[in-house]
Structure formats: structure tokens, C-alpha cells
């Protein structure tokens, strides 16, 4: 069973910059998919960007490209989402997710098994 939290989330001004982590413990190990998504009030849960653990594969949604980049640090078992160019639209409440697939889509929330308790990022 895995266990993730995240944090770094806060409020920002437009164009401003914050970086998310998730820390991920608890039968962590082999590849696995974790990312970010985002729910804002009234919307949807939807993809912002994943990464396929171990590797250099990485999937990110296009209103995202260009401003938001995952990465990871295996020896920690933790993901991390640098956001930049933050726009009011990119105001939601952030997830960590992960799945040991496999997923056909990887930016859809449908596939992913553990969630974490999310973190709120405030752009104005």
C-alpha cells in the first residue's frame, strides 16, 4: 500500500514560480507512474503531468508545456512539480497520485490507485 504526501503548495502572484513534492512510502518499489493533478471548484480532476518512475519517460498536459516540468529523485521516492509562469487558471487543488499501471492514458485520473490528500496552489 502506498502512502504519498505532498506539499509546497501556496499562494503566488501571476508569472511567479512554486514547486510541489510528493513523497511517496509504503511498497514503492518497482516502476510505477506518479503525477500531478489538479482540481479546481466546479471542474473536473484532470491531468497536469506524470512520470513513468525510473525512466526519463514524462507526459505532460498541453495547457501545461512549456511552464510545468516533473521530475524525480528515486533515492527519495519523491516527484516534484516545477511550476512556472503560474496563471490565475492554473488555481486549483493539487494531487499526487500513483499506479503500477499499465495505462494506456497516462494523464487520465482514472487509472491511478493511490492518491494523496492534496496541496492548494493560489495564483492571482
Known amino acids: 500500500h502506498v502512502q504519498l504526501v505532498e506539499s509546497g503548495g501556496g499562494s503566488v502572484q501571476t508569472g511567479g514560480s512554486l514547486r510541489l513534492s510528493c513523497a511517496a512510502s509504503?511498497?514503492?518499489?518497482?516502476?510505477?507512474?506518479m503525477g500531478w493533478f489538479r482540481q479546481a471548484p466546479v471542474k473536473g480532476r484532470e491531468g497536469v503531468a506524470v512520470?513513468?518512475?525510473?525512466?526519463?519517460?514524462?507526459f505532460h498536459a498541453d495547457s501545461v508545456k512549456g511552464r510545468f516540468y516533473i521530475s524525480q529523485d528515486n533515492a527519495k521516492n519523491t516527484v516534484y512539480l516545477q511550476m512556472d509562469s503560474l496563471k490565475p487558471e492554473d488555481s486549483a487543488m493539487y494531487y499526487c497520485?500513483?499506479?503500477?499501471?499499465?495505462?494506456?492514458?497516462?494523464?487520465?485520473?482514472?487509472?491511478?490507485?493511490?492518491w494523496g490528500q492534496g496541496t492548494q496552489v493560489t495564483v492571482s
Open positions: 497520485a500513483a499506479s503500477f499501471g499499465p495505462l494506456l492514458l497516462p494523464l487520465s485520473p482514472a487509472g491511478y490507485t493511490y
Open positions: 509504503g511498497g514503492t518499489s518497482g516502476n510505477k507512474y
Open positions: 512520470i513513468r518512475t525510473g525512466t526519463p519517460i514524462t
